[in-house]
């Protein structure tokens, strides 16, 4: 397909080389240039401005926040103005459940389609195609994009016709995998006090009751202490807990470890963690405890 | 090994079975009798007394609590007074870290040896010998009732010298697996009255970013809000947390998820939840956001 | 001094009210006609455009929220755009800290003065002219509405230069009014519950340790669980929570006891709370404790 | 009257001096000596065991916690054993509801009467007889108690003829008076980090909506971030808010704010805070928010 493809961070630039390795005719755009050009190499073509990455049947984006993905789409010469008609724009940035809502209307207003298809996965998984997609939007619009998502993930599992559906499921998602960071770390906090060695104590779990790869891979970086460099930076897990307590609060939902996770991201930042990756919020327990890490 | 196996309920009914079915050779005893009448049809003797299950190498121990615990092992008769000089008692009970210290203390003076050898695992687990065993005791004595704990269990793991390390781990764990009620609960209350379809919804998360068979056994009782049969009983499940706090608060480790568990415990008792499975914690969330099961 | 009023709901009736009674001449508007006779009957004026309302000294806006503020304030013909050169814009609502920031610099900008004096105390006390007022702007803004200020309460504090300040301040009051709610429901709970009569176990607490009225009114509210009509509507109660929870997360504050009150809110309107006082959320421990009122 | 008293910590000595003053007969015993020589100058006896404080009409009781309590009234030569028929047991500490009705019971069996009447005030209240007694037990030992309680009080409360339920009320009363601890604590390290003066801020508070005396002590403790030295030690108000979680559990009753007070209590102590006065709860916000006090 000729498509365009906007927000190359960690996540969309892998996402948008491998839409090139699966044939599609791409072209990239970033706000700040640079990030680009070994897509070029690869056949990518670059766009000067977002409207430039509009002329083709679908533009994918992969932006950091609700901010960003407004500015790209309401923007003068954003997507909403410059999309043709039937076209599709296929966002899979981690954004809020209302500003979803907002897109699918403006871009139905403007004959234009709108799929969500959010992913899950850390940059390596990106790296190697292997993305978990959830995806909703009208069914023509979803089967017109499947090549893309294909090419992006190892499965695509669709939610509803209702785009937003899958940024709640999205958000949701989010929210688990950080209760995967908050409980074993109050866990090991407590046997960590208790004189038990967490390296034997975080290897009996995995291989046992908890075999999921999130509870190996948080489990090390709790056990280490070792937050930096960030996979995935601690503003953006805040974020996401944000944005899934909006959409809880909209729908009448309590979700009290979801508050907890909040404030364990509060006293992160307070106490300079802003540059960690997310797993950070879990040596907070040990901290609370009077753990001091050298 | 010629040994003695205390407290038949599905767990520990199992656990004998399983050790008759290894070949040793099994007194059993239970408080309220009946429930070893198959298990001497295939082969083990019935005791009338606790000390008549301590004549051999060994005891186990499989009981509901530390009060039940206690009785048996302090009580008149009981396996400090009965128990041989070097015979081992290894505990499968999960007891508060408290009580396993103290009867690591007694049968030290008594001459005779203890072993904690907590279990993972629900009752079709232990059926199928497939638990995981989580032990702590000096050497000698971990060594020699080894052909016991690989009887029952999938694997053995030894996390310390100190008995009730493993105690701490087994409540750790426990309060670990509660949170993968808890969190899930959430995450459904807020997907479900969003309009989701949950079973869709579970489907995805075990089958990519969560596949540990917990999420999937949970998170099934969740979605259909199917709490009985209790296979795990909710107060016990409770009283787990109640012990992993009890640690905590001697260690001096806040839980903040852990006291979120235990006034969920609290909740569903007040409201007439006490026969339910321990994953009925799992419906508060939607309980709280509205939600009416018919 | 001649000035006007806009936002005759019970609080802002109450307030023009006084304003009337101290001798101002007073032009008053409300977006839903009606609320203003009474008012006219005792020498007001009625406004028939937010505009109308601006052409004296000051105008004093006691608004339900963020938006109604916004669009009074920035709408066409809105304050910024009606008020004249140096007059000073009072701003009694309880708005966001954002916003409160957002209106001192448009007023300058347009060469106006701002300056924010939220109210502490219930709709009598607003009658009574006994509010608190927590204020806050340029010394000589202050200086200026001095005379309106001490017409509607019974004391002014001056708390900063900096107008968002006072807004801050109204918020975390909120806050703490609302967890005195939320602990002696538990309270209530716990000994009510327990068999202690509730109207006594009040009554020690107030004539004793907690003299403060707010344990009180409360207090007796929750013991009679009369949480209609409502004399401060749970909504507003819920907006405060939510606005002091957005100033803590822009200043990185982690606040657990409002991150509860929130939850409260949300059980509460989830389960049909929406039109009730704000202390209902008072009665949700004893829910949770299984009471069931009839 | 003729009567022992027991326990002379700084709230019993006060309360001792006070039934002293009131022209009683007492005698004192303190398990450490040397607390008792100022109050013989003023006339009390001072008994070398506990049964020697055992020997008139009642004796009161001032101890630290259970254990302490439970020796004292269970021990050789314990009240229960000394104590004569019909004299009455007056126990003001702060004792579990469970102890409580363990107490009552076994008064019961030697033929002996029981009082509960635990006190609420600081030190300085004691010292001034200005206690306020929540009282519970049977009509005719309650009246005849009374004297000794007018002599250390300004105001006897009487809730229950079931003793425990005073205990309940005690312990539920330090509940809320932590949270008075708790929640101007969040709300400080709000205001304060958002800039605004903090006497100035606690000033308005305590002038206005929130008068009792309560705020302005521990307010101003707060302000100061001046824990020392204790007047009410941070383990005391530990123990108070665990045996509320004790009575709640036992009650079925969830509790979240006390819970998250014991996980406050938990962090001051796991970072040396032991010494301090209960108060320094009310420090832990801040600290989470980032604030390092010299």
Same mark, same amino acid.
């Given at each position: 397909?000729?498509?365009g493809?906007i927000?190359l @961070?960690?996540?969309?630039h892998?996402m948008?080389?491998n839409?090139l390795?699966?044939?599609?005719?791409?072209?990239?755009?970033?706000?700040?240039?640079?990030?680009?050009?070994?897509?070029?190499?690869? &056949?990518?073509?670059?766009?000067?401005?977002?409207?430039?990455?509009c002329?083709?049947?679908?533009?994918?984006?992969?932006?950091a926040?609700?901010?960003?993905?407004?500015?790209?789409v +309401?923007?003068?010469?954003?997507?909403?103005?410059?999309? @043709?008609?039937?076209?599709?724009?296929?966002?899979?940035?981690?954004?809020?459940?209302?500003?979803?809502?907002r897109?699918?209307?403006?871009h139905?207003?403007?004959?234009?389609? +709108?799929v969500?298809?959010?992913? +899950?996965?850390?940059?390596?998984?990106?790296a190697?195609?292997?993305?978990?997609v959830?995806?909703?939007?009208?069914?023509?619009a979803?089967? *017109?994009?499947?090549?893309l998502?294909?090419?992006?993930?190892?499965?695509?599992?669709?939610?509803?016709?209702?785009?937003?559906?899958?940024?709640?499921?999205?958000?949701? &998602?989010?929210?688990?995998?950080?209760?995967?960071?908050?409980? #074993?770390?109050?866990?090991?906090?407590?046997?960590?006090? @208790?004189g038990? *060695?967490?390296?034997?104590?975080?290897?009996?779990?995995?291989?046992?009751?908890?075999?999921?790869?999130?509870?190996?891979?948080?489990?090390?970086?709790?056990?280490?202490?070792? +937050?930096? #460099?960030?996979?995935?930076?601690? #503003?953006?897990?805040?974020?996401d807990?944000?944005?899934t307590?909006?959409?809880?609060?909209?729908?009448r939902?309590p979700?009290?470890?979801?508050s907890?996770?909040? *404030?364990?991201f509060?006293?992160?930042?307070?106490?300079?963690?802003?540059?960690?990756?997310?797993?950070?919020?879990?040596?907070?327990?040990?901290r *609370?405890?009077?753990?001091?890490?050298?």
């Amino acid at each position: 397909m000729k498509i365009g493809f906007i927000g190359l @961070g960690k996540m969309g630039h892998a996402m948008a080389s491998n839409l090139l390795k699966a044939g599609h005719e791409v072209t990239v755009y970033n706000r700040s240039p640079g990030k680009a050009e070994d897509l070029a190499a690869r &056949g990518a073509r670059i766009a000067r401005s977002v409207a430039e990455a509009c002329r083709g049947e679908a533009v994918m984006t992969m932006l950091a926040d609700d901010r960003a993905a407004e500015q790209v789409v +309401f923007g003068e010469g954003g997507i909403v103005a410059a999309l @043709g008609k039937s076209a599709i724009h296929v966002s899979s940035s981690t954004i809020s459940v209302a500003l979803s809502d907002r897109l699918t209307e403006a871009h139905a207003k403007a004959g234009q389609r +709108f799929v969500s298809a959010p992913v +899950f996965g850390r940059p390596d998984a990106a790296a190697a195609g292997k993305l978990f997609v959830a995806a909703a939007g009208t069914e023509d619009a979803l089967k *017109d994009c499947l090549p893309l998502l294909e090419a992006i993930g190892q499965r695509t599992v669709v939610l509803s016709k209702v785009p937003s559906a899958a940024n709640l499921v999205k958000l949701s &998602g989010n929210f688990l995998a950080a209760s995967v960071i908050e409980s #074993p770390g109050e866990a090991m906090a407590l046997v960590g006090k @208790g004189g038990i *060695d967490r390296h034997a104590y975080l290897e009996l779990l995995t291989s046992t009751m908890f075999p999921a790869p999130m509870y190996k891979i948080y489990g090390e970086l709790i056990v280490e202490g070792k +937050f930096e #460099p960030a996979a995935f930076a601690a #503003p953006l897990g805040h974020k996401d807990i944000r944005l899934t307590l909006a959409a809880a609060e909209d729908l009448r939902v309590p979700m009290p470890v979801a508050s907890l996770l909040r *404030d364990r991201f509060l006293t992160l930042f307070a106490n300079g963690g802003e540059n960690l990756d997310w797993s950070a919020i879990g040596g907070l327990a040990a901290r *609370d405890a009077g753990e001091v890490r050298s």
